[in-house]
């Protein structure tokens, strides 16, 4: 699994994508950061990540969306099929690959959250902490969603459409729950598999147990089905 990593890591920044990636969140969010945390001297944090978690629903899709369909590109696939690599190295390998390209991106929080501390010399670290956590446990189910999308097509720009299309779809199917839906248990359902009411008690500084599960449980489901499509197409 090591070398799968390091390979899909190494390829990240030997292309501009990684770099894209982690400019684009510093961009964003810095503005936001010296155009209202500095400029009206607030340790505020709940509105840069409302704005990061906006842009990551958009651009999180980038970077998974090569991670198998540039291997059928490149027709390397059949070589990591018949390597002595087990399908589950290859695709956590790749899935940590990206987590840690997007949790060099997030590092910016960090710096955010240190300047805070120097300039008002006090913090809500619970309330930072959970932004943080929250943050990282949805934009790594996006990467378990989009890695396995990305398996199931050969096209990258297909790969990234789809894979925006289902994140944004679970991120706001509480909102589809209430507005769209009537039966009062198809209701329950969707609200409880929604992203959102669970990234929001990170939001709020409340470390929930079983949000921290569901989002597991969601990388655990998608990493699996991604295993099993490709042991599929091994044996076809």
Do not use: H
Not at 74 to 89: E, I, M, R, W
Request: charged fraction near 10%; include cysteine; proline fraction near 3%.
């Amino acid at each position: 699994m090591s070398a799968i990593y390091k390979r899909e890591f190494k390829s990240y920044f030997t292309s501009p994508l990684a770099y894209i990636f982690i400019v684009v969140i510093i961009y964003y969010t810095s503005r936001l950061f010296v155009n209202y945390n500095v400029m009206y001297a607030t340790a505020d944090v709940s509105l840069i990540y409302s704005s990061a978690l906006q842009i990551l629903t958009v651009i999180i899709p980038l970077l998974t969306m090569r991670l198998f369909t540039e291997e059928k590109r490149q027709k390397t696939d059949q070589c990591l099929f018949t390597a002595p690599v087990g399908l589950f190295s290859i695709v956590f390998g790749k899935f940590l690959a990206a987590c840690t390209v997007f949790l060099c991106g997030m590092m910016i929080f960090v710096v955010y959250a240190l300047t805070l501390y120097g300039f008002a010399g006090a913090l809500e670290w619970i309330l930072n902490f959970g932004n943080f956590l929250g943050l990282f446990l949805l934009g790594t189910a996006y990467i378990a969603i989009g890695l396995f999308i990305s398996c199931m097509t050969e096209n990258q720009v297909v790969a990234a459409i789809l894979s925006f299309i289902v994140n944004l779809l679970m991120f706001e199917l509480d909102t589809y729950a209430v507005q769209e839906v009537s039966n009062p248990i198809l209701q329950s359902v969707m609200y409880n598999v929604s992203f959102y009411p669970r990234y929001a008690e990170f939001a709020s500084g409340i470390l929930s147990i079983p949000s921290v599960v569901f989002f597991l449980s969601i990388i655990f489901v998608f990493n699996f089905l991604t295993v099993r499509v490709l042991e599929r197409r091994r044996w076809a």
